[in-house]
C-alpha cells in the first residue's frame, strides 16, 4: 500500500487521464495499424516481371538448312573445285511494333558422290527418291535439294521441281545455264529457285505469319490463306477424333464396317507420326435411324437423288446434337461421319456450285470435320431380301476421311506453284516435309500464344491489386517463361523437334497459369463502398481518442501560457 | 501424280470470320412471382435451337426451377403466352447450371474458363477466336449492377473487365450481348473490348415492364422486350438474311414503355451487315472435300484376343478429385460479437479513467 500510495502521489488524477489517452493511441498506431494493415493485404507470390517484359517484345528467328548437291553435269570440272562452299542468308520481316521475324537459310553447296549418283540414275523420279532416302537420313527441319541436268529423265518435260516423300528434292536445272556460265552465275540463278523449293517445303512467310495470329490481328492477305487459317484447328496438346456411322435405314441394310482394323491400318500410322505434335485419341460409334435433315432433289436425267452444295450447310446441326462428346476432356473434337442412305434415297449424289458430280461424294466443315456419303445401292439387285448384309469398302472411305483429316489439321499446304511435281504422301499419310512445315508453324503458333498469355496475365495481376497470386501461379508462370526462352533459342539453331516440345510445355504451362480457378476476381471495390465498410468501425474508436489528444495539446498550451505569466 | 486442291469460292467465308456459335444464356432471379425471367430464358433459348445451335454449345443458367415448383398448377411446363399457348420448357431441355449453381462466380468462371478441372464438357465454355458467342442476362438489375439470386450482384465494371479477359484470350470472334433488365443500359456502358456489340431493353432511369400476367397461373409470364424479341425471332429461319439493324428496331417505344438501347461502337463491322443468324443460328461453312488419297494396303487383321477394356462413365471423370476436393478456403472473419467487445472494453477504459462525471473533460 505504500507503493501504491508512492505511484498515486506521483501520478496526478488528471495526468493519469492523459497518459491513458496517449497509450490508447499509441496502441492503436503502432499495433492496431500494421495488424490490420497485414490481415487485409492479398498474398502475391513474386513472378518475373522483368522477364515477362522482355517476351512481349518478340523477336523470332527461323533458321533453316539446305544442302545443295550438284550431280554429274551440272558443274564444270573446275567449277567443281571451288564447290563445297556455305551461304547464310538473312530475310528480315517486321509484322508489328512488338514482333519482328527473321528467317535464316544455310544454304551448303557439294557435288554429288558416286552413291548418290547411281541413285539418281533410276529411271523415274520415285525410285530415285527411294534410293536416296536409303543413302542417308537428313535430320528434322533440314532439306536437301539435287540439282540435275537439263537433259535428266527424271522429270517430265514441263515440271521443273519434283518434291519427294521425305525432306528431298529434285531441281532441274534452267536452260541458259547449258553453257560456259561461272560459279557465280550459276548460283545466283538457282538462289531464288530454291527459295521457292524452300518456301514449299519448309517454311512460308504468309504461313508463319498466319501461326502469329494470335498475337497480331493481320489484315486479310490472299483469300486462300484466310481460308486455310480457318479451317485448321488451333493448336492444342491434344485431339478426339470421332468416326460415326450413320444408318438411317437399318430395316434395309445391316452395315458392317470394320472400324478398328480399318483405323489401326489407315489413320493410326498418321497419328503416330503426329505424335510429337499432340496426342490423339480416337473412338466412334454406330447411329441408327440418323436422318441427313435436309431433302435431297431427285433428278430424273441421272435417276439419282442430289444434294446441292448450298444445302449442306444446314446438314450439320441436326446431325451433331446426337452425336455426343467424351465429357471428361476438353479437347477440340474431330467429327467425320459415314452415311449410307436408305433406300428410298439411294443412290444419293453431292453436287457442286456447277452442278457437277462431286467424285469423293464427301464434304467437310472448317474447324469441325466431315461429312461422306456411301451409296450401297449397287451391292444388291431388286429381288434383294431385306435386310441386306453390307460390307462397307473401308480403304475407299479412309481414303476420303484421311484426306480430309489432312485438311483439317493443316498438312495439307495451299497450291504448289506451277512447274512443281509433288509425290503422292506415303503410306503413313504423311510426308517428312509436310510434317516439318507443321512443326515450324506450331511451334511459333505454340510461342506466339503463350507470350499473349503471359504477358496478358501480367498486366492483368498488375492491374487488378486484389486478386491473390499463388505459389502454384507463380511457378507455373517461371516455367513458362523458362520453356519460352529455351524455344526461341532452340528456333534460332534450328533444332526443330526440340523447339517444339519447349513450345509444348511453355504453352501447357502458361495456359495452366492464366485458367487457374484461383484467379477469380470478385472483390471489385468502388471507394464509396470501402467508406462505408470502415467508417462504422474506426470512427467511434477514433473520435474519444482524437479529441482526448486535442484536449492534452490545448491543457499543454494553457501550461506554458500560465507559466509564462507566473515569469511575468 | 498430286492432284491439286481447287478451292471453292469463298463467298460464305468472307461475310463473317466465324465457324462455330456459342450461347450463354443466363436468368438471375428466383422465387415464383420472378416467373417470367425465367420464361424469358427458355424462349430465347428455344429460338437458338431451333436456328440450328446445339445443346453442347449453349450454356443456360437458370437460377430457379420455375417448370417443377409447387406453385405451378401446370407442373413440368412454363408458358410465355398466356392461356398457356406455347410452352417453352419443352422435353428436352438440357439445364447446365441450376438452382444454386447460378452466382456470380460461377457465371465469371464461365465467361473467363476458369473452372476446376474436375468441370464437365456441357458446363464449359469451350469457344475458340473463330466463334460467335451470344450472351443473354435476364433478372432484376439497377443502374450499374445485376442482382443474382437476392442475395449477390455483378457489376457493369467486373463484366466488361470479364469480356475484357475474354478477348485477352482471344475466347471470341465476336460477342452480342443482350440484357433485359430495369435499367439494362448501364450495364454495356462500360465495355471496352473490341468487337462487342450489346443491346439492352431500357435505359438508365427507366424500367422495364413486363408484358401480360396469365390469371389460371397467377403470375406475369414475360417481359415485353423479350415477348417482342421472340415474335421477331419466329420468323427467322436458319437461311434469312435478316440483319442487327432489324434487330435494334424489335420493341420500339409504344409497345415496350421503356427505350431500348444499342451499342455499336465498338463492332468492327457495320451492324448491317452482321446478319441475326451469325449469332442466333449456327450455319455451318462447308467445303467440298476434292481429293482424296488412294489407300491400296489391305486392313491389318486386328488380334481378337486383346482385351476389350470397358470404361464406365463415371472412370472418365476425376472421381478422386470430386470427392477429395478441399473445401473452399473461407476468409477469416474475427468472431462474432468481437467488434461489439472491443467497443465495449474502450468505453469502459475511459469511463473507469475519468469516471462519468469528468466525461466533461473529453467532450
Redesign the interface.
Known amino acids: 500500500s505504500l507503493c501504491k500510495s508512492v505511484i498515486y502521489g506521483i501520478i496526478t488524477y488528471r495526468r493519469r487521464g492523459q497518459l491513458a489517452a496517449l497509450s490508447i493511441a499509441a496502441v492503436v498506431i503502432i499495433v492496431g495499424v500494421p495488424l490490420w494493415w497485414r490481415t487485409t493485404e492479398t498474398y502475391r507470390a513474386w513472378l518475373p516481371v522483368s522477364q515477362i517484359n522482355e517476351l512481349s517484345n518478340l523477336q523470332l528467328q527461323l533458321s533453316a538448312e539446305v544442302e545443295v548437291v550438284f550431280a554429274r553435269g551440272t558443274v564444270t570440272p573446275e567449277q567443281q573445285k571451288k564447290v563445297p562452299l556455305t551461304q547464310i542468308q538473312d530475310e528480315e520481316h517486321t509484322v508489328d511494333e512488338d514482333t519482328a521475324l527473321r528467317y535464316r537459310y544455310e544454304t551448303k553447296y557439294r557435288t554429288a558422290t558416286i552413291m548418290e549418283e547411281d541413285a539418281l540414275n533410276q529411271p523415274t523420279a520415285a525410285e530415285a527418291d527411294l534410293s536416296l532416302h536409303t543413302l542417308s537420313e537428313s535430320p528434322c527441319g533440314s532439306l536437301v535439294v539435287y540439282v540435275i541436268p537439263e537433259s535428266s529423265s527424271l522429270l517430265p518435260e514441263d515440271m521443273d521441281v519434283y518434291v519427294g516423300q521425305r525432306r528431298t528434292a529434285l531441281l532441274r536445272i534452267g536452260a541458259q545455264m547449258r553453257v560456259g556460265k561461272t560459279l557465280d552465275q550459276l548460283l545466283a540463278h538457282l538462289e531464288p529457285r530454291i527459295k521457292q523449293v524452300l518456301q514449299v517445303m519448309s517454311f512460308s512467310h504468309t504461313d508463319i505469319s498466319a501461326a502469329l495470329s494470335d498475337r497480331v490481328r493481320l489484315s486479310p492477305g490472299n483469300k486462300e490463306s484466310i481460308a486455310d487459317s480457318m479451317r485448321t484447328f488451333k493448336s492444342s496438346p491434344g485431339y478426339e477424333i470421332t468416326f460415326s456411322l450413320l444408318n438411317p435405314d437399318p430395316k434395309s441394310h445391316r452395315l458392317h464396317w470394320d472400324i478398328e482394323g480399318a483405323v489401326q491400318t489407315y489413320i493410326q500410322p498418321l497419328l503416330t507420326k503426329l505424335a510429337s505434335v499432340a496426342n490423339f485419341s480416337i473412338d466412334s460409334q454406330t447411329l441408327y435411324y440418323a436422318m441427313l435433315g435436309v431433302n435431297p432433289r431427285f433428278d430424273s436425267s441421272l435417276s439419282a437423288y442430289t444434294l446441292h452444295s448450298d444445302s449442306l450447310a444446314h446438314v450439320i446441326n441436326p446431325v451433331e446434337a446426337r452425336l455426343g462428346s467424351n465429357a471428361a476432356s476438353s479437347n477440340p473434337v474431330l467429327n467425320f461421319l459415314l452415311y449410307v442412305p436408305d433406300a428410298h434415297h439411294s443412290p444419293l449424289y453431292i453436287h457442286d456450285r456447277k452442278k457437277q458430280e462431286v467424285p469423293s461424294n464427301a464434304f467437310h466443315s472448317p474447324r469441325w470435320g466431315g461429312i461422306m456419303v456411301y451409296n450401297v445401292n449397287g451391292f444388291y439387285g431388286p429381288e434383294a431380301v431385306f435386310p441386306v448384309d453390307v460390307n462397307i469398302n473401308m480403304a475407299k472411305v479412309m481414303g476420303v476421311f484421311l484426306a480430309q483429316l489432312r485438311l483439317l489439321l493443316g498438312v495439307q499446304s495451299s497450291t504448289a506453284p506451277s512447274g512443281f511435281l509433288v509425290a503422292p504422301c506415303g503410306s503413313n499419310g504423311l510426308a517428312d516435309w509436310e510434317l516439318d512445315r507443321l512443326m515450324w508453324s506450331r511451334s511459333v503458333e505454340n510461342v506466339a500464344t503463350a507470350t499473349t498469355t503471359i504477358t496478358s496475365l501480367a498486366q492483368l495481376l498488375e492491374q487488378i491489386g486484389n486478386i491473390v497470386i499463388n505459389d502454384n501461379i507463380a511457378e507455373q508462370v517461371s516455367s513458362a517463361v523458362t520453356s519460352l526462352q529455351l524455344a526461341v533459342a532452340e528456333l534460332e539453331t534450328g533444332n526443330l523437334r526440340f523447339a517444339l516440345q519447349y513450345s509444348k510445355e511453355a504453352i501447357l504451362a502458361s495456359e495452366r497459369a492464366f485458367f487457374d480457378p484461383s484467379l477469380l476476381h470478385l472483390l471489385y471495390f468502388p471507394d464509396d463502398q470501402k467508406f462505408a465498410i470502415y467508417i462504422p468501425l474506426f470512427l467511434p474508436m477514433c473520435v474519444p481518442i482524437l479529441l482526448s489528444l486535442l484536449k492534452i495539446v490545448s491543457d499543454a498550451r494553457q501550461k506554458r501560457r500560465e507559466k509564462q505569466a507566473k515569469k511575468d | ?2 492432284a ?2 481447287k ?4 463467298r ?3 461475310s463473317s ?1 466465324h ?2 456459335n456459342w450461347a450463354v444464356l443466363v436468368c438471375t432471379s428466383r422465387f415464383w412471382f420472378n416467373y417470367r425471367h425465367v420464361a424469358n430464358t427458355l424462349s430465347v433459348y428455344r429460338s437458338v435451337k431451333r436456328l ?5 454449345h449453349i450454356v443456360l443458367m437458370l437460377a430457379d426451377d420455375m417448370a417443377c415448383n409447387h406453385r405451378n398448377p401446370k407442373p413440368a411446363t412454363v408458358f410465355s403466352h398466356k392461356n398457356m399457348e406455347l410452352n417453352v420448357y419443352g422435353d428436352d431441355v438440357e439445364v447446365d447450371y441450376r438452382g444454386y449453381e447460378v452466382t ?2 460461377n457465371f ?2 464461365v465467361l ?5 478441372p474436375s468441370t ?3 458446363k ?1 465454355l ?1 469457344s ?3 466463334s460467335n458467342i451470344l450472351i443473354y442476362l435476364t433478372g432484376h438489375g439497377g443502374n450499374g449492377f445485376l442482382k443474382f439470386q437476392d442475395s449477390e450482384e455483378i ?1 457493369n ?2 463484366l466488361a ?1 470479364a469480356f475484357e ?1 475474354m478477348w ?3 475466347r471470341y470472334n465476336e460477342l452480342l450481348f443482350i440484357i433485359d433488365t430495369c435499367q439494362g443500359a448501364s450495364m454495356y456502358e462500360r465495355f471496352y473490348s473490341p468487337n462487342l456489340m450489346a443491346l439492352a431493353s431500357s435505359q438508365v432511369g427507366e424500367d422495364s415492364l413486363s408484358h401480360q400476367p396469365d390469371l389460371a397461373i397467377g403470375v406475369h409470364l414475360m417481359d415485353r422486350y423479350t415477348f417482342y424479341l421472340l415474335e421477331f425471332l419466329e420468323d427467322i429461319h ?2 434469312s438474311k435478316a440483319n442487327m439493324n432489324d434487330l435494334f428496331k424489335v420493341c420500339p417505344k409504344s409497345q415496350c414503355v421503356s427505350t431500348p438501347g444499342h451499342r455499336t461502337d465498338l463492332f468492327l463491322r457495320d451492324p448491317g451487315s452482321a446478319l441475326i443468324t451469325d449469332f442466333f443460328g ?21 488380334n481378337e484376343e486383346r482385351q476389350k477394356e470397358t470404361y464406365s ?1 463415371v472412370d ?3 472421381v478422386s478429385e470430386i470427392i477429395h476436393q478441399k473445401p473452399k478456403q473461407k476468409d ?1 472473419h474475427p468472431p462474432d460479437g468481437f ?1 461489439l467487445g ?2 465495449t472494453l ?1 468505453l469502459l ?2 469511463f473507469k ?2 469516471g462519468m462525471k ?1 466525461l466533461k ?3
Open positions: 501424280s498430286h491439286a486442291i478451292i471453292q469460292p469463298m460464305q467465308f468472307f470470320g465457324t462455330n440450328g445451335i446445339p445443346d453442347s456470380v462466380e465469371l468462371r473467363t474458363g476458369r473452372l476446376p464437365p464438357r456441357s464449359r469451350l475458340d477466336d473463330r457489376s465494371v467486373e473487365d479477359q485477352q484470350k482471344r436458319p437461311s449456327s450455319v455451318r461453312k462447308v467445303e467440298i472435300t476434292m481429293e482424296t488419297i488412294n489407300l491400296t494396303e489391305p486392313i491389318h487383321f486386328v462413365y472418365q471423370l476425376p477469416w467488434i472491443l467497443w474502450i477504459v475511459f479513467t475519468y469528468h473533460h473529453i467532450f
